[in-house]
């Protein structure tokens, strides 16, 4: 990673895409390392399917404080599945705005499979509303499109 970080000018326009196999290959040290530079946006693929099929067995084996550092003081692992899966999304957004992005929910765009079940969501994550903006344009692939708000 510092490899690719020392390469970056520190006053350029960066964009990142971020496509881990799983959630565990992606700590949340690489987003903070990227997310110190002031004009640097996030592509995030974020495996609800994963995290669904494995929630419990992460939050117990503590592997999960690798990509949501400090999960256990915001997230109780008691929560029904669904729930707790939301609650681990939720929270891991919240780190990322804590870095100064803007609310990376709103600009998650979630992927259904062909049974309606969530499959991942791509999460895009801007220091600037005109990268909030530019993904409103270029997410709304709905055949009827989103509400003007």
């Not at 870095?99 to 992927?111: C, I, M, N, R, S």
Request: aromatic share 10%.
């Amino acid at each position: 990673m510092q490899a690719i970080v020392s390469k970056l000018s520190k006053n350029g326009l960066h964009f990142a895409y971020l496509d881990p196999f799983n959630l565990m290959t992606l700590p949340f040290s690489v987003i903070q390392t990227l997310g110190k530079f002031q004009r640097m946006d996030l592509l995030i693929h974020f495996s609800m399917m994963d995290l669904q099929r494995n929630v419990k067995q992460l939050m117990r084996s503590e592997r999960l404080n690798e990509f949501a550092p400090g999960w256990k003081d915001s997230i109780d692992p008691n929560m029904r599945g669904d729930i707790k899966v939301q609650a681990v999304f939720q929270y891991w957004c919240e780190l990322i705005k804590g870095l100064g992005y803007k609310d990376p929910t709103y600009q998650a765009e979630l992927v259904k499979g062909d049974r309606n079940q969530p499959l991942y969501r791509l999460v895009l994550a801007s220091k600037d509303n005109l990268g909030k903006d530019f993904w409103a344009e270029v997410s709304n692939v709905s055949p009827q499109g989103r509400l003007a708000l």
